[in-house]
Nanobody
Framework: VQLVESGGVLAHAGDSLKLSCVASGSRFDTLVAGWFRQGPGQERQGIAHMSLGSGHRFLAISDSAADRFHVSTNDAHTTMFLHILDVRPEDAGAYFC?????????????????????WGEGTQVTVSR
């Protein structure tokens, strides 16, 4: 499975953004997938993750993101989106898409350096005031 993010831009505070992650070699309804943000000098932090599989469906969003962030996919489940409303300066950073086999997910992401977690290269969001 390969993941490719896009949609990162220089945004103005208050804008809405839509980031995309395209999966090749698999589909998001067979995986657990999520979005992470990494600010300058910071570790990657989870924003939201989801599973769309039958009998294994959930969407989890971190408390700090719940009011302005939303995750969705296209109908074919080949592209996952991160919608950011009312962009703020603290939203700046590199945004990464991650995925792992649903059978290996026990409710939390493992160590993010684990080989069981697949990553895209990231897309950069810069925010001007």
């Amino acid at each position: 499975v390969q993941l490719v993010e896009s949609g990162g831009v220089l945004a103005h505070a208050g804008d809405s953004l839509k980031l995309s992650c395209v999966a090749s070699g698999s589909r998001f309804d067979t995986l657990v997938a999520g979005w992470f943000r990494q600010g300058p000098g910071q570790e990657r932090q989870g924003i939201a993750h989801m599973s769309l599989g039958s009998g294994h469906r959930f969407l989890a969003i971190s408390d700090s993101a719940a009011d302005r962030f939303h995750v969705s996919t296209n109908d074919a489940h080949t592209t996952m989106f991160l919608h950011i409303l009312d962009v703020r300066p603290e939203d700046a950073g590199a945004y990464f898409c991650a995925a792992m086999d649903r059978s290996l997910f026990d409710g939390e992401w493992p160590d993010l350096s684990s080989t069981s977690v697949l990553w895209g290269e990231g897309t950069q969001v810069t925010v001007s005031r």
